[in-house]
């Protein structure tokens, strides 16, 4: 790991520090995105998620990864930049903005009313 820059060892005297350097950091945070995933509670609390975002055309690839993985965690596109998602997901969307680096330019949303929801509920198989 240290001859891949993962990780940096320092030895003073008879101590011995290991740090993660930011490629380090950066591959955990790759691994954990492989298995990362939404734990939906068994009974819906009739709240809707949404995450609004308008990230720059200059950072168009982080903008395609970001909407790519929102998508395969099951959001469902309300509109060009507007996601859904009925179960709380608050902590996965800000590891994706930290991870993606999109902070500033992703809000996430919780509402406890929207107009005419009965698509998306049967969508989402709630009742």
């Known amino acids: 790991m240290k001859k891949q ?5 320092l030895e003073d005297q008879d ?3 290991i740090s ?35 990230v ?17 965690l099951g959001f469902y596109q309300l509109q ?9 997901c608050e902590q996965q969307i800000s590891f994706l903005r930290e991870y993606y680096g999109v902070g500033n330019e992703v809000l996430y949303i919780v509402a406890t009313h929207l107009e005419d929801d009965t698509p998306l509920r049967e969508y989402f198989g709630l009742s």
Do not use: C, M
């Not at 720059?56 to 395969?72: A, M, P, Q, W, Y």
């Not at 060009?80 to 709380?88: E, G």
């Open 5 to 9: 820059k993962l990780i940096n060892i």
């Open 15 to 17: 101590q011995v520090s």
């Open 80 to 88: 060009k930049s507007v996601w859904i998602y009925p179960y709380p």
């Open 56 to 72: 720059e055309d200059r950072r168009k690839h982080l903008r395609d990864i970001f909407r790519k993985t929102v998508k395969n």
């Open 20 to 54: 993660i350097t930011k490629a380090g950091r950066n591959r955990i945070l790759k691994y954990a995105l492989d298995d990362f995933h939404i734990e939906n509670p068994k009974q819906w609390d009739g709240k809707w998620r949404l995450i609004v975002y308008d």
